[in-house]
């Protein structure tokens, strides 16, 4: 029986090398390459190994990393569409499909000053933020992590 560090490595093989983009071609061709999973593990995988969807498909996150400025997380890098006001209190960032919690994250993570807290969707993410003045500089600062990186 193949190791959970094989089937992490070939999975990492397969979305380099093609474009996959639903989890259930990702268990089609890890069957065909030998690794009966199922979906349940097949997210769990995408989840430990950190691989995001962008333009439609899977990539690890290192390679939106690696193009970013300094000062986006890796955790945004290439993720962010857009950042908006929507009133005095609430910001709303757009994401790539199926993005949102990994930018929630991230910005959960940055602990912003007067960012209260998120909630994210697929492809949209709320910040709560306490006034006028902290939506400001949150929206600024998140302006910043606006999409840096193509997949590659």
Known sequence: ??????????????VRQHRLGRQEEIVR????AGFPV?????????RELGLVKLDG???PLENLAADAPPDVPAGAAGLVTAVDAAGPNLLVIRT???AASTVAIAVDNQRLAGVAGTIAGDDTVFVAVRGRAAVEKASRILRGWVRTAKAG
């Open 57 to 59: 498909r899977y990539v």
């Open 38 to 46: 199922t979906q349940a593990s097949v997210s769990r995988d995408i």
């Open 1 to 14: 029986m193949p190791s959970k560090v094989q089937r992490q490595e070939t999975l990492l093989r397969l």
């Open 29 to 32: 061709c890890m069957a065909k």
């Open 96 to 98: 790539t499909p199926g």
